[in-house]
């Protein structure tokens, strides 16, 4: 463990020679959680206006916010021993629940995602954003790394079935959100460049038959839409057009707080929930983008931080995709919002109102605080 | 593989995470910045252009259609109105399945295809949140009807606006014409921006020619809205100017004299003031009351009015072109002293029939088959007018020779459009030898002049036509182009004038007495309407024939279908010394012009005498 101390920074050291804080007794990665909550606070003064100035979706949010840190504490709280020896166990509940899903799951806008328990609705998937790294991180921390061909087919399997049960709810960009995060353990792991140049080639060759074969009708529409909003102005493009109108009438200033004639007219879809970027990008213009940009940048430099200081392979591994996964989230909305990419129902992270992935993204946080404190306990 | 039993290295783990970070970290710092920057070009770079289009979201130019010009009879009695009007509308863009809307409001209120096939049409073409009418001129109960059920209906909007409506609807069918709704082909025509909130223009007539000036021009309110096209408040408001108000030259009274007294039959009267070119009277009948039209007529409606043998929406006055007969003679005996050919006292033997000079053919005289003789020995241009002589004109004619005979008819505006401001007037026939070569490419033989000579033949001329030639008669060589139109928003138009016929009076002289004695004279052809009668009026008749009638046969009225007896013509002006009223009138299939002439007597009655004829 000497290795460790000496690698460590200053600040690591005089913890070292004091005894420990709260915060390392509780399990808290103090900048994390300061970086989260000016993150969230700055969501809440931007779903303000976004939501027409109704002090009541604030509330709700706030109120999902306080579960959230709740649950993101007392996460940091379980050792990563326990995770690990739970991983396998809450993968097969997850997948029997989205097998259950598949028959007796409840419907929404033609998607089967919810299941129904005594009244209480939820959406198994959202839960295997964090079971899945998680299986594949315990498949993968027991064996020699990086992991050889046979481990990485058994990992490919563990993450293609729920990927694979969830495509056919249908929700495309769940599917993908939690093959990502399986993935991304496997790239952390160090799975060799052949495999994902392999992947790379895979993916462009199979994109005509996904196209044809795989991809539902509303699917390509969303994608053709993107290549060119204008073709369908006032359907499919119209959320495209209004939004990218939104964001560049902010200019560099923004046009005020509460101020955004674009959300406040109702010209922006969605514009308290996948589209809050845009009223964020209207009202405080490109600054408050580079505040929030930064904001992220910084969890995730934080998140990356904590993994390379991680103790166990198994804690790397799920830092890491922890950390991609919630990059993927701030990549996707952006880039959708913007018009780079085709719209997904992927929320802007601690951003978009919307309890559920709010829970999940900070019980992910409460995770890698587990896996950052995990390091001090042991190295005191 | 190489190995077979692995052992777990933490370093060269940890090594390869470290370095697996490094990418990451790169990966994410390159993709983050290829977001931001999308940020930048289009917060920065392309920041005008969407400042606009968000501008342009917000405020929205609305179109204020302007009010439709009114249109007045000479006597101040309005004749086209705008009434309010209640539209059904739907925003489609509110409208979340519309085929369910549709059906709903269907069951509201009764919705014809032809309403929902204009709506499919305009749905096409409308700007976004703009409300695309569906149905026109809701009734009180329908609109109750809708206001009831409005709240389940989101996207569905009724509101008011000013409509055409003609008071006088059959009365004056062909004088006026009417509005419909904006056909495709019209939307494509029409300036796209003056018509923004307007639905109806001009379609023939009046309405159409001055389409222009009775629009007016369109205004706009800035408003703010929000994305579902509900109005905040105004910004700005431009007024729209409304269009000019018209008083024509025509008058209600003769009018409603002309066509009463026309009756169930076809035909038309076309009355002219001499003195101004101003149309006093524009009938054709049957008629049709043009508020069908305004709001879309039914397929049955219409099927009707286009079906019937009758072809009420045919416009007998300016497009049907029949043979003058000979109420072309007083212009003919213009010509033939003016020629120098003839003079008054110029007289031809007359024995009922006439030959040209190596023919056998006898070209006869009407009034052969009557008395078995003709008018007299010989007969001078004042009974040649007055009894109609044939044999007259077909000497003259011969001598004029076709083509001068069409130099001297054509100032009286034959074989060319008038010009009247309505629409769809034909221009008739004044034939020729040149007409007949591009025409019909043949040579013209010596026979067609004497046919010409009496109206006949080749010749045809609309009703308007002829009341413009009798009002050149009857204002002495005066040519005006005649005018609808009286006034603008009370400013008087004058009819622009053509250069005049010059002819010597004494020459005029003769032929007004001929047209005297037509009417006043003891063997007129129209003494009849001498009768009563309180002023002195020049006429003269007219037969056209509609079936050739062969050489030698003899015309029988009772025997010949209905639709194949001669129409009737007659042409008029008064009072004689003074002509304040010049009529063309024509009967179709009248047997002769005693179904015509005494039409010109109740209508010149009404004009100068007032109501209490």
Redesign the interface.
């Known amino acids: 463990m000497g290795d460790y101390v000496r690698q460590m920074p200053h600040q690591g050291s005089q913890d070292l020679a004091r005894p420990p804080s709260a915060a390392t007794r509780f399990h808290i990665d103090i900048p994390l959680l300061v970086l989260l909550l000016i993150l969230t606070a700055y969501g809440l003064f931007v779903l303000y206006s976004a939501s027409g100035q109704d002090m009541g979706a604030v509330i709700r949010q706030g109120r999902y916010f306080l579960v959230a840190y709740v649950i993101m504490i007392c996460g940091a709280q379980i050792s990563l021993q326990r995770y690990m020896r739970w991983a396998p166990w809450l993968y097969l509940l997850g997948v029997g629940t989205l097998l259950a899903v598949m028959f007796f799951g409840v419907g929404a806008k033609g998607a089967q995602r919810w299941l129904s328990i005594g009244g209480f609705r939820f959406q198994p998937s959202e839960i295997m954003k964090l079971v899945v790294p998680m299986a594949v991180a315990w498949y993968l921390a027991e064996?020699?790394?990086?992991p050889?061909?046979v481990f990485v087919i058994v990992s490919l399997g563990l993450v293609g079935l729920p990927a694979a049960l969830i495509l056919q709810q249908p929700d495309l960009g769940t599917a993908l959100l939690i093959a990502a995060s399986g993935l991304f353990v496997l790239?952390?792991?160090?799975i060799g460049w052949r495999y994902m140049f392999g992947a790379a080639l895979l993916a462009v060759a199979s994109a005509w038959p996904a196209w044809m074969f795989v991809l539902k009708d509303y699917q390509k529409q969303r994608i053709l839409t993107m290549l060119d909003p204008e073709s369908d102005?006032?359907g499919a493009g119209w959320n495209i057009i209004?939004s990218?109108?939104?964001?560049?009438?902010?200019?560099?200033q923004g046009k005020g707080w509460l101020q955004g004639?674009?959300s406040r007219?109702?010209?922006l879809p969605e514009s308290h929930t996948d589209f809050i970027i845009a009223v964020l990008?209207?009202e405080h213009?490109?600054r408050g983008?580079?505040l929030l940009?930064s904001l992220?940048?910084l969890i995730?430099?934080r998140g990356?931080w904590i993994?390379?200081r991680a103790q166990s392979?198994y804690g790397?591994m799920m830092a890491?995709s922890l950390?991609?996964t919630f990059?993927v989230y701030?990549?996707v909305n952006?880039?959708m919002v913007?018009?780079?990419l085709p719209v997904v129902g992927v929320p802007l992270p601690l951003v978009s109102a919307g309890g559920t992935s709010i829970v999940t993204l900070m019980a992910g946080f409460g995770i890698l605080m587990a896996v950052s404190t995990e390091k001090r306990m042991v190295s005191q | 593989m190489p190995e077979l039993i692995a052992l777990k290295d933490p370093h060269r783990e940890s090594r390869v995470y470290s370095a697996r970070t490094v990418i990451a970290i790169a990966i994410v710092l390159g993709l983050l910045t290829v977001v931001f920057s999308r940020y930048y070009s289009l917060q920065v770079t392309e920041y005008e252009s969407y400042k606009t289009q968000s501008e342009r979201n917000r405020v929205q130019l609305q179109p204020l259609p302007p009010k439709r010009g009114l249109i007045y009879d000479r006597n101040g009695v309005l004749l086209a109105d705008n009434r309010p009007s209640y539209i059904l509308s739907v925003v489609r863009e509110r409208v979340a399945d519309l085929d369910t809307t549709l059906a709903e409001l269907a069951a509201l209120v009764p919705i014809s295809e032809g309403d929902l096939e204009n709506f499919q049409k305009k749905l096409q073409r409308r700007r976004p949140y703009e409300a695309v009418p569906l149905r026109f001129r809701l009734t009180e109960q329908e609109r109750a009807r809708l206001a009831v059920n409005r709240y389940r209906l989101p996207g569905v909007v009724v509101d008011a606006q000013l409509l055409r409506h003609y008071p006088y609807g059959e009365l004056f069918s062909h004088a006026l014409g009417y509005v419909g709704r904006i056909n495709e082909r019209e939307a494509f025509e029409l300036d796209e921006s003056d018509y923004r909130g307007t639905f109806h223009v001009g379609k023939v007539g009046v309405e159409k020619f001055y389409e222009d000036i009775l629009h007016g021009e369109v205004g706009y309110q800035n408003v703010e809205s929000n994305a579902h096209g509900r109005v905040l408040r105004v910004l700005e408001r431009f007024a729209p100017v409304p269009g000019v108000d018209l008083t024509l030259h025509l008058d209600i009274r003769i009018q409603r004299a002309a066509i009463e007294a026309l009756g169930d039959r076809r035909g038309a009267v076309v009355a002219i003031d001499p003195r101004t070119g101003g149309v006093l009277a524009l009938v054709s009948t049957p008629g049709f009351d043009t508020n069908l039209f305004v709001n879309g007529i039914s397929t049955a409606d219409y099927s009707a009015l286009r079906d019937s043998l009758d072809v009420p929406l045919f416009n007998r006055a300016i497009q049907g072109q029949y043979p003058p007969g000979s109420t072309v003679k007083p212009m003919m005996g213009m010509a033939g002293l003016e020629s120098g050919l003839v003079t008054p006292e110029t007289s031809v033997p007359d024995p009922g029939w006439y030959k040209l000079p190596g023919d056998s053919r006898r070209y006869r005289d009407w009034i052969l088959r009557i008395r078995g003789t003709g008018h007299a020995p010989r007969v001078a241009l004042k009974m040649a007018i007055a009894e109609s002589c044939d044999v007259y004109f077909y000497d003259l004619a011969r001598r004029l020779t076709i083509d001068r005979m069409h130099d001297y008819m054509q100032p009286y505006g034959f074989g060319q459009r008038t010009g009247v401001d309505t629409t769809n007037e034909r221009p008739g026939v004044l034939p020729s030898t040149r007409w007949k070569r591009e025409a019909m490419a043949q040579a013209w033989y010596p026979g067609e002049t004497l046919s010409a000579g009496i109206g006949q033949g080749y010749m045809l001329a609309t009703p308007m036509q002829l009341a413009v030639a009798t009002s050149v008669m009857a204002s002495k060589g005066q040519r005006k182009v005649p005018r609808l139109l009286k006034a603008i928003d009370g400013e008087p138009v004058a009819a622009p004038l053509l250069e005049p016929l010059i002819a010597n009076d004494s020459n005029w002289a003769s032929v007004y007495d001929g047209m005297r004695e037509v009417v006043h004279g003891e063997r007129g052809t129209a003494k009849k309407l001498a009768k009563g009668i309180q002023y002195e009026m020049g006429g003269k008749t007219g037969t056209a024939q509609v079936i050739g009638i062969a050489q030698n046969a003899v015309y029988n009225e009772d025997e010949v279908a209905e639709r194949h007896r001669h129409h009737g013509l007659f042409i008029a002006f008064a009072p004689l010394e003074a002509p304040t009223i010049a009529v063309a009138i024509i009967v179709e299939n009248g047997g002769g012009s005693s179904a015509a002439s005494p039409i010109a007597r109740k209508v010149i009655d009404t004009w100068l005498l007032g109501d209490a004829s």
């Open positions: 064996r020699t790394l990086p050889r061909f790239f952390m792991a160090g102005k006032l209004q990218k109108t939104a964001i560049g009438s902010g200019g560099w004639t674009q007219l109702d010209f990008a209207e213009g490109l983008v580079l940009v992220y940048l995730l430099l990356f993994g390379l392979s790397r890491g950390t991609l990059f701030v990549f952006m880039g913007a018009g780079l």
